[in-house]
């Protein structure tokens, strides 16, 4: 808990003594605020301002810590970043590798390209790499993969060096590590597959336990179609989860008993795949024929687990369900194929709706032969459907068991990945403007993120429809301002306030729009349109996850 008053007491004393401080004080005042991810708007301008007077005198590692500061608190003050970025080039053979990795990290967080630093941070890593730790590797690739840096010197290096290192990316302390590593490399110039077999050896071996490193091992074995490669990561991922129908859903092609538990366990870093297997089993166990196939069955399981023993399960359920489905039945209709996305799939349950939804529009239907009842339908044309993008493996295998037993997968798909990557595949594999529905229920300090990739790929057409959740609690302030200000889209935006599902006291928002039709897309990079106008209104409630 943050002692707010003693805080405002240090910034108030830090202004008025600011002109005496040293570099590494400035420098310390700023990170410290930044560890605690406290966001003190007067305490920031007098430490930008000393920084500038100052920065002549900054080492390696003030400029590092200063840089670090301002990215983790979303502080764009273009004179600072700059007279860091000069100083850093002039004095980049004194910074040590965790200063080059938070120069790096800092301008890849802000998403501002800088050749002249990355280059200059690319010569230096190079002479230094051997002295490297997981962490500055790791942090060096995902900054090269957010940027599009293709330095194949620099990743190259990067990439034997974590493999020499590889002990050290399997630690349990840093799990983190490993996915970063590996995303950073795969996205900035393809599959690393030296190092990708190694991570897959110690995953065979139970000695790593990583969500984020199966999803992306696993969604690349799907993407390439490598059934072998999936189900031998199918077994190391199931050995690592509790005793328990989670297990036995990732265990199916073995007899889940007779495999030994992995040495390292999924629970020790994720204790809510422990309860999500109490969903599964609830679910499961009552579903089954002749209930099996049903959709509001299905829904009706789910609603009651949540209300019941498994109230930490958030779904978009009750009032939030019925905004959300209206908005997709107000969406523009295409004549052709027509997708709905959902951005963050959990256990399904939103899912299974929008798929009921599109099914329902769709009266030319005929019964599917080897099916369980009337949801299994098989539409005598291209079916328009649901698509929900999961990055965590588990939650995706549970979303599409749940699927399954509603019956309406012919409706629905689950694609493994994180966004960013696996929304790609929306323009590639269903066209140009086909999202005519998208709903987001992941974190909300990347929704304005996620839709303006949506614009950039021109996946979305006239008239289509945007909503998300949580935008109150925990919020999501940027993305809300990026519909009121976006120039491609006329947004037509309402906001709705609603009680949480299973929480009938706590209000929470739900924001729906229409897209008018676009007069330019939106080129930017990673941050959204629209945005510029009020980046110090919109700075101090960024951080609201």
């Given at each position: 808990v943050l002692d707010e008053?003693?805080?405002?007491?240090?910034?108030?004393?830090?202004?008025?003594?600011?002109?005496?401080?040293?570099?590494?004080?400035?420098?310390?005042?700023?990170?410290?605020?930044?560890?605690?991810?406290?966001?003190?708007?007067?305490?920031i301008a007098a430490i930008a301002s000393s920084a500038r007077r100052l920065i002549t005198d900054f080492t390696g590692q003030d400029l590092g810590v200063t840089a670090w500061a301002c990215a983790r608190l979303d502080v764009d003050d273009a004179p600072l970043l700059t007279a860091i970025s000069a100083q850093a080039i002039t004095k980049i053979t004194h910074c040590e590798p965790r200063n080059l990795a938070n120069l790096a990290w800092a301008w890849a967080t802000l998403a501002l390209p800088n050749e002249p630093l990355l280059a200059a941070i690319s010569a230096a890593s190079l002479r230094s790499i051997h002295?490297?730790?997981?962490?500055?590797?790791?942090?060096?690739?995902?900054?090269?993969?957010?940027?599009?840096?293709?330095?194949?010197?620099?990743?190259?290096?990067?990439?034997?060096?974590?493999?020499r290192?590889?002990?050290?990316?399997?630690?349990?302390?840093?799990?983190?590590?490993?996915?970063?590593?590996?995303w950073g490399l795969w996205r900035a110039q393809g599959p690393e597959e030296a190092l990708g077999e190694a991570l897959v050896e110690q995953l065979a071996h139970g000695l790593l336990a990583d969500g984020l490193v199966h999803g992306l091992l696993l969604s690349t074995s799907e993407w390439r179609t490598s059934a072998l490669a999936e189900l031998h990561l199918r077994r190391a991922l199931g050995r690592?989860?509790?005793?328990?129908?989670?297990?036995?859903?990732?265990?199916?092609?073995?007899?889940s008993a007779a495999l030994p538990s992995a040495p390292l366990s999924f629970e020790a870093l994720h204790h809510m795949y422990r309860r999500l297997s109490h969903c599964v089993d609830y679910?499961?166990?009552?579903?089954r024929p002749p209930s099996a196939g049903s959709p509001s069955h299905v829904l009706g399981l789910i609603e009651k687990f949540g209300q019941g023993l498994g109230q930490w399960l958030k779904v978009a359920g009750g009032e939030k369900a019925a905004v959300t489905e209206g908005a997709l039945r107000q969406r523009g209709r295409l004549p052709g194929y027509e997708v709905s996305?959902?951005?963050?799939?959990?256990?399904?349950?939103s899912g299974i709706r929008f798929a009921c939804c599109f099914l329902?529009?769709?009266?030319?239907?005929?019964?599917?032969?080897?099916?369980?009842?009337?949801?299994r339908r098989r539409l005598r044309r291209a079916a328009p459907g649901g698509v929900s993008l999961e990055v965590d493996p588990v939650h995706a295998s549970v979303a599409r068991r749940f699927v399954d037993l509603a019956g309406v997968s012919v409706a629905a798909e689950v694609w493994l990945g994180l966004l960013q990557d696996t929304l790609a595949l929306l323009p590639e594999r269903a066209g140009e403007g086909s999202g005519t529905f998208s709903f987001m229920d992941q974190r909300g300090t990347t929704f304005h993120e996620d839709l303006a990739l949506l614009e950039r790929m021109r996946s979305l057409p006239p008239?289509?429809?945007?909503?998300?959740?949580?935008?109150?609690?925990?919020?999501?302030?940027?993305?809300?301002?990026?519909?009121?200000?976006?120039?491609?889209?006329?947004?037509?935006?309402?906001?709705?306030?609603?009680?949480?599902?299973?929480?009938?006291?706590?209000?929470?928002?739900?924001?729906?729009?229409?897209?008018?039709?676009?007069?330019r897309y939106c080129t930017s990079g990673s941050r959204a349109c629209g945005t510029h106008e009020g980046p110090s209104a919109t700075a101090s409630v960024l951080r609201t996850d």
């Open positions: 008053p003693l805080l405002a007491a240090i910034s108030a004393a830090a202004r008025r003594k600011i002109h005496e401080f040293g570099t590494q004080d400035v420098a310390s005042i700023a990170w410290s605020f930044a560890k605690l991810d406290v966001f003190n708007g007067p305490l002295d490297w730790n997981a962490q500055n590797l790791a942090n060096t690739a995902w900054s090269c993969a957010r940027l599009l840096v293709r330095d194949s010197p620099l990743l190259d290096a990067i990439a034997a060096e974590a493999l290192k590889i002990s050290a990316f399997v630690a349990a302390e840093v799990p983190q590590e490993s996915y970063a590593v590996l690592g989860l509790p005793i328990g129908p989670l297990r036995e859903l990732w265990l199916r092609e073995w007899a679910v499961t166990a009552a579903a996305v959902e951005f963050g799939a959990f256990v399904g349950y329902a529009d769709k009266p030319q239907t005929e019964l599917d032969a080897g099916g369980r009842g009337p949801a008239c289509a429809a945007v909503t998300a959740d949580n935008v109150n609690k925990p919020g999501a302030p940027v993305f809300l301002w990026h519909l009121t200000r976006c120039p491609q889209f006329a947004f037509s935006a309402m906001l709705w306030s609603l009680r949480e599902f299973a929480s009938e006291a706590v209000e929470d928002w739900q924001a729906a729009a229409l897209a008018g039709p676009p007069t």
